[in-house]
């Protein structure tokens, strides 16, 4: 029997199939305690967790899949110097040498690009003989080079992981609300991530998945994830999930038990790739 011949187009072989299936990119943000970092510590198999913000990472240590690389304490120059490089934080040279890592959590990057503005204030990006921006006072200039370092350092940690096919989670805070005129009143816009705009946009052809993970202000306090546009909150995106019906559904997760048997990141993964790439119903209507 004869075997088709294998397909390249220049250095690349061409696939079919489950074998054409990769890694997952996924940004995750919402509001501070609505437990983005327990729910990213459901992506698959032994992560590394790239802790950038103060205690971001205790409620994830006690995992026995989970190593944990605290920059908390890392001065902006010294992180923003490290995630510029050519091997981000070293994870080049890491990933290398430790082919059981399959999932990098970068939390989050609202304290990268909170650490990339002191660093652009430093720097004195913008400064003037009529102005010196300060951190309570930062200005444009500064804010522009704040999105530059962040992106340049995203862009970065999302290139090495997809070197060595290894699934990337970031997550992001939400921002304040943006308020638009109607009338003589004020009304909310929008909601989007507290990181720039140009940043998302940017990186986005690089992410598979945007989630919002949001809690609601009921008795119940139910937390859902919205793929799509939906409660004035924005951006989002999937290719995991049908783009038909409700834009969310209610997460069913406790971080105080076993991942098996609950919703989560490694799960729906496993259901996407055994189904061929075939986007996935959403797990739980809403009412």
Known sequence: MKTAPE????????TQGLSSLSRMAILIWG?????????AATAPGKKLWLSMGDNEHVSVAHRDDVLVADYSGVGHRQLCELGQSGDPFGLDNLLRSNVDIASVVLDSATAVSYKALQQSVEKGIGRSALFQPTMEFPGISAYGGRNA???QI??????????????CIITAHEDDPTWIKDGKSEVIDYIGMSLGGKIVNNTAWRLSEIWFMGQESTAEKKRFIAFRSTRKRKPMKTRMFTDKGLP??????????????????????????NGGGKKLQLPMKRK
């Open 154 to 167: 995203l862009t970065e940690v999302l290139k090495v992981t997809a070197r060595y096919n290894v699934h």
């Open 7 to 14: 397909l390249k187009l220049g250095p690349i072989t061409i």
């Open 248 to 273: 969310e559904f209610y997460l069913s997760y406790d971080a105080d038990v076993p991942d098996r048997g609950q919703m989560t990141i490694a799960s729906f993964y496993e259901k996407w790739v």
């Open 149 to 151: 370092i962040t992106l």
């Open 31 to 39: 509001p501070s305690g609505v437990g983005k970092t327990t729910f």
